[in-house]
């Protein structure tokens, strides 16, 4: 088990940035992986970006070179870097942690973008 409690998200202009935590009751070295997903009303949850245990990161196609996912382990964190953000951006994001084959999910955290 594992809790995850995130923040930073708020209201930003077309362009700007926002950096949110997800901050993990464990220590992240027993975690398999951690990522954020989003979700915008009326769509369906996806991923953002994933961060392994050897830091390798993937990320979705509409957010590279403008997000940066990163962790320190020493604070059990995860950070998503989130520049340029556009409008289709807007959506709660959450975090996740993936322990063996179970995910455990944050409460979300809003970001939306306006013109």
């Known amino acids: 088990q594992v809790q995850l409690v995130e923040s930073g998200g708020g209201l930003v202009q077309v362009g700007g940035s926002l950096r949110l935590s997800c901050t993990a009751s464990r220590s992240m070295d027993t975690i398999s992986s951690m990522a954020w997903y989003r979700q915008a009303p009326g769509k369906q949850r996806e991923l953002v970006a994933r961060i392994t245990g050897s830091s390798s990161t993937m990320y979705q196609d509409s957010v590279k070179g403008r997000f940066t996912i990163s962790r320190d382990n020493a604070k059990n964190t995860v950070f998503l870097q989130m520049n340029g953000l556009n409008i289709e951006d807007t959506a709660v994001y959450y975090c996740?942690?993936?322990?063996?084959?179970?995910?455990?999910w944050g409460q979300g955290t809003q970001v939306t973008v306006s013109s």
């Open positions: 996740n942690a993936r322990i063996a084959s179970t995910d455990f």
